[in-house]
Structures are given as C-alpha cells and as structure tokens.
C-alpha cells in the first residue's frame, strides 16, 4: 500500500474519527428503536416475529427526532436524561448537517485539523457515556417487560453470524 504523506494521512484521520462518531450516533439511534420495540411487552409472547419486525422496520425508518419523541410518549425518562437526550438529538442533526461547512477553514490547516480530531475524540466519548446509560435503562426497561439479557445477547449473536 502506498505510503501517505502527513497531510493526507491527517485528513483520512479526520474522516475516520468523524465516521467514528457518527458510527456511535447510529448505535445509539438503533438502541432508542429497539427499546422501543419492548413497548409492546410483556416478553416478546404478546407480538408476533412477524409483527416485531415490522415494527423494528417502522422504527429503523424513523429520524433520530421522531424516536426520541416516540420515547417521551412510551415512558417517563428519568430527568437527568432528557437534557442528555435532547442534545444528543441537536448534535447529531448538527454533525449530520453542518459540521464540516462549518469547520471548513478549520479543515484545510494542519492545526485546525488537530482541532477537529480532538473535537470529534470529545463528542466521540460524550456519545459513548450516553449510549452507556442508555443501555442500563433500557436493560431496566426490557427486564419489566419481560426481555431477559441474555435474549437480547442471543439476537445479538445470531444477527452478527447472519453478517
């Protein structure tokens, strides 16, 4: 493989921590789908395969927005989540809509572009926090309506073995 030279290796970087982030923006927007998807609990008896995956498709289909909403109107969220949850939502429409129009000059100078990688390294680990405790009230979430973990792994695994 052909060697690149630093700034072409600085701007690949920038590339891979921005996909980075969104990669976790994904992980937490499928999250939100699938607990969602428990709304319909308890156990997954009360749907059928066929139903649940339909509804799993009509989730995926939704924006980050429309789930986050869907969510306010299936439960209470405990109250130090909403705010985390709301600028979740405004940080990525940003990443998504605006972030390299607005760091444009910041992207054409080697220090600027030092800027972005540390940039996206913090919004990286701030998403991560929060797909984390996402996941401990979703485990909370689905244990109440009667989805074990140990179900969630077992699809889990099989969706990674059909990959």
């Known amino acids: 493989m052909e060697q690149l030279d630093e700034q072409s290796a600085q701007i690949r970087d920038v590339y891979a921590k921005f ?3 969104m990669y ?3 992980c937490l927007e ?3 789908a699938m607990a969602l998807a428990t ?3 308890p156990g997954p008896d009360k749907i059928t395969k066929t139903g ?3 509804l799993l498709d009509e989730l995926f289909g939704k924006t980050f927005g429309g789930l986050v909403t ?3 109107q299936s439960t209470t969220l405990p109250s130090d989540f909403e705010p985390r949850l709301r600028e979740a939502q405004q940080l990525r429409n940003w990443l998504v809509h605006h972030y390299f129009w607005d760091r ?3 992207f054409v100078t080697p220090t600027g572009r030092v800027k972005m990688l540390a940039e996206l390294e913090e919004l990286s680990d701030k998403l991560n926090e929060l797909d984390e405790y996402f996941d ?3 485990v909370g979430w689905a244990t109440r309506h009667g989805i074990v973990r140990e179900t969630v792994e077992r699809k889990m695994k099989q969706l990674a073995e059909e990959a």
């Open 39 to 41: 709304e319909y609990g």
């Open 24 to 26: 976790v923006l994904q």
């Open 70 to 72: 869907r969510l306010r």
């Open 52 to 54: 649940y995956d339909e």
């Open 19 to 21: 996909g980075l982030t």
């Open 30 to 32: 499928r999250q939100l």
């Open 136 to 138: 401990s009230i979703v």
């Open 104 to 106: 444009a000059g910041m």
